[in-house]
């Protein structure tokens, strides 16, 4: 784990890390941005203690611990027997919403917290509608590159700018090892996909794989603290045939795998036979379903089509049974969908999985740019989650074309934190706009600083503006490389205002309004000098 | 100039230049994208000669010029006369569309082909809802930094990688050269600001612009071939209070320029008052308006707002007024707005300028992201173009923060392509699809060498797979670094598809189907084996 020495620790440019305790000694962390005007801005904190300088990081020991009530069934379970509980609580806070709508939301179905008992190390999260839109960041080595230490280095990477929840999604070797550095060391929430866990221990050979085999493999997950689990349960045999046609047939790891199997013994999935049993285990330690989409569109000519929506009306069955259970459930989506298509998923899988929370990869809205997909997915994502997505899996340049290096990690995160932001404010979510505000407010009054600090990425446009005009005096400059000194729009609209003193503009905007009325009688003569108008209207 | 000696020319990887030669003897180009299944998929290209390795690039001398007719007035009057344009009969072929549609698109109103009679090197395009979307790309020098050399450089590197036109924004020393060497040297039609000169010639002060300096500046660029020009007219008097309470106040140069100018005499914008003088030099030379708006909002806050609108309710006026001219007009639009209230931008333009095409920054669905403000825009950029956005002016990552350079050039192209091209797919362009079927079927297929070449950017695409997969067998693996040589998804999927030979999928999903209902008849048993039914609709 020597590599792991290079972790980013400290906090992020501007930024200090504040706590709002409450009534039961928890401590809901913000990130506080310190404006050069005497004011901040506390924003959600995904970060954990790793961006606390006074928190003693030690991976061998793992992240503090909150506690964790056992015996009384899972946050379903509770939120429907009226309960609101210390991790509602603490989602309240740091939503900014009362906890009965956490309750609720959460009683519904339609929120869900993924917290498993054995996971104490991480600070609670909703993942709703009703909620900001989260995003995930997939990590996890394979069999072809990439150590432990990177994948605990990338966990701590992501969450420092914004992800929501990690998936480890390792393949190679020591999947165990490196899920239990991930989860002792998380504050966020760990999904996992125990097929493939299961699949290595068969030695890749998806005809070995028994309900036994996979049902221990998820109990030792379970054990460790996996928080959610992606299960490819939808995948019928009679769906599989449904997909031979399709440009890409089938591109999830899972589903394939399912398929192959189903195929070779031609019977139903052992997910789907003994879907029951799972649910008793996912209760036992309140793991969350993330219902796979082992079907999904891999392409634009695939969306949409019969196999999707097949594999999507079978989630919605296994909606229902999970829930009978007192499981909680969210529901995976696509994928690669071209822009007209997209509500459409959004729809069909509210009125199929009674809202349970959508979580959807991209999806892609064009398959022509590899090594920007995370571009063509922001776009798809942004639409996705406006529609009601709860949750985005993010998608990095390296999709389709290799494994995320740390830069792909960021850059994947940030696009995403774009894209559920983007839908944040077209959902009216109340605390989204403060942001944007906060920092066209300080790009309009040059203070170069917040506006770096506000942003998503303070380290990148601070460096982009260095670039062109490095010197300390150009970040309180009145202008900026783009015009220059003379012909800055900004520096000349201030001029305007200052013509406008503080408080006139609706009287102005009134008086302007009669005399425009006026204007027009006369006939709309264009000509007509206003001075008059102005002089009236101004103090 | 010596600078422009490290311009790229060659052809894209994996592309070859192919003409189709028209009865006038006119060659339209296309980039053939050579596949190794001996197939080829010709796409639209902008790249102009420097793609050609046959082609003799001679800056000093310029591109060759088509023939231009002078006499018979502008495409639109052309285009009301009942004529198809050599012009128009140039962009059908490039379109794949009927020249008639052309032509009554044009006489409509709800189209452009900006080109000026004196920039006969510029290949024809068109710029309207009906037709595949544009992107701008924006270059030009500051009086802080960059040089001619540099700028023809921007302009070769931007039409190489897709941008449909380029403007040229230069603010500082040199700009008539610059644009000179622009103009004799780009194949695509170009775009300027007047008023940029105009003011760069009185030293940067509004306040010593006149009507007639600023109408000899026109006239100077008109002669040089500039092929459509921003033109702030829509910035009156009476909209200036109006932006006096806007987080952002006025963002746009050319809006706050005018904005300056009007406040100072208190009389109404030379620009509006002169605009049918305007449209009698336009008419001339057939330079289109470009109708800015310089009121847009600089904020999410400011979207949608009083100015926003009043200013797009007079650049209506002035597209009849303009039209009546037979000049041809577009309509500049917004900035930064969330996303839903994007398409009210697009219905409101339609409404209000007589559909002429929309050509719009972005928009920005966010403020928060400086650095990535050509992912931010272009979330915006596909949802508007997919409500009817004609041309995209694209955003590089450097907005808001310095010059882009090369590397910022070529991003903000890329992010625009994509999203120009996602809205192709979901207005059922009909070309569009063809690409992303080729792509996914070759990714499908593991034909690495033609999803790198069909991608918008081979280079980029080749290199992400490269770094973790150098070795040349790596290309034809029928895997990759993400799963590794066992878990291959897509081989598992290739190993189902064998399972069911070419051509019986519709077979065996009907008689899956008719096995399905017999199923749902038995009580939806899920343990029922299905082997029987499966060797049934299977040869």
């Not at 290799?402 to 983007?422: E, Q, S």
């Amino acid at each position: 784990m020597s590599a792991v020495a290079n972790l980013s620790t400290g906090p992020i440019s501007g930024s200090t890390k504040v706590y709002r305790e409450l009534p039961d000694g928890a401590r809901v962390p913000f990130r506080r941005i310190n404006l050069t005007n005497g004011e901040h801005l506390d924003v959600y904190d995904t970060s954990g203690p790793y961006t606390d300088p006074d928190a003693r990081i030690d991976l061998e020991a793992g992240l503090p611990r909150r506690p964790v009530v056992r015996d009384r069934g899972t946050q379903l379970q509770r939120a429907r027997a009226g309960e609101i509980t210390a991790e509602m609580v603490f989602i309240a806070e740091r939503e900014g919403v009362p906890s009965e709508l956490v309750r609720s939301e959460v009683a519904a179905g339609r929120a869900v917290i993924p917290a498993n008992h054995n996971h104490p190390e991480s600070e609670p999260m909703i993942i709703g509608k009703a909620f900001a839109v989260k995003i995930n960041a997939n990590i996890g080595n394979s069999a072809v590159t990439s150590s432990i230490a990177e994948e605990v280095d990338k966990m701590v990477w992501a969450t420092r700018w914004g992800a929501d929840t990690i998936m480890d999604l390792s393949t190679g070797k020591n999947i165990h090892e490196t899920r239990e550095w991930i989860l002792r060391n998380s504050p966020v929430p760990v999904g996992t996909v125990p097929i493939y866990q299961a699949l290595e221990k068969v030695d890749g050979e998806p005809t070995k794989l028994t309900w036994e085999l996979y049902r221990d493999t998820v109990i030792e997950q379970c054990e460790q603290g996996v928080d959610y689990m992606t299960v490819h349960a939808g995948v019928l045999l009679r769906h599989i045939p449904l997909t031979v046609d399709r440009v890409t047939g089938i591109v999830s790891r899972g589903g394939s795998i399912m398929a192959a199997w189903c195929l070779a013994y031609h019977t139903e999935s052992f997910l789907y036979t003994h879907f029951a049993e799972l649910c008793e285990i996912f209760a036992r330690y309140d793991v969350t379903f993330s219902l796979g989409d082992g079907l999904r569109p891999g392409s634009i000519a695939d969306a949409n089509d019969a196999a999707q929506f097949a594999e999507l009306r079978t989630l919605g069955e296994l909606t229902k049974i999970a829930k009978s259970h007192g499981v909680q459930v969210m529901i995976e989506g696509p994928g690669h969908v071209p822009m007209h298509k997209i509500v459409e998923n959004v729809r069909l899988e509210e009125e199929l999985c009674e809202e349970a929370p959508f979580y959807t990869l991209g999806p892609l809205a064009t398959d022509i740019a590899p090594g920007y997909d995370h571009i063509t997915s922001a776009i798809g994502a942004a639409v996705i989650a406006q529609a009601g997505t709860a949750m985005l899996c993010y998608v990095t340049p390296k999709e389709h074309l290799g494994l995320p290096n740390r830069k792909d990690v960021k850059d994947g995160v940030i696009a995403y934190k774009i894209a559920a932001h983007a839908a944040d404010l077209a959902k009216g979510h109340p605390r989204a706009q403060q942001r944007d505000d906060a920092l066209s407010t300080a790009r309009f009054e040059f203070r170069w600083e917040d506006q770096f600090n506000l942003a998503l990425d303070p380290d990148t446009a601070r460096e982009f503006h260095d670039e062109t005009l490095p010197a300390a005096p150009a970040k309180t400059a009145h202008f900026c490389s783009m015009c220059g000194p003379k012909f800055c729009s900004m520096r000349i609209t201030q001029d305007i205002r200052d013509a406008y003193p503080d408080g006139t503009a609706g009287e102005i905007e009134r008086g302007m309004a009669a005399k425009s009325a006026e204007f027009a009688e006369r006939g709309n003569r264009v000509y007509l000098p206003l001075e008059a108008t102005m002089s009236e209207s101004t103090p």
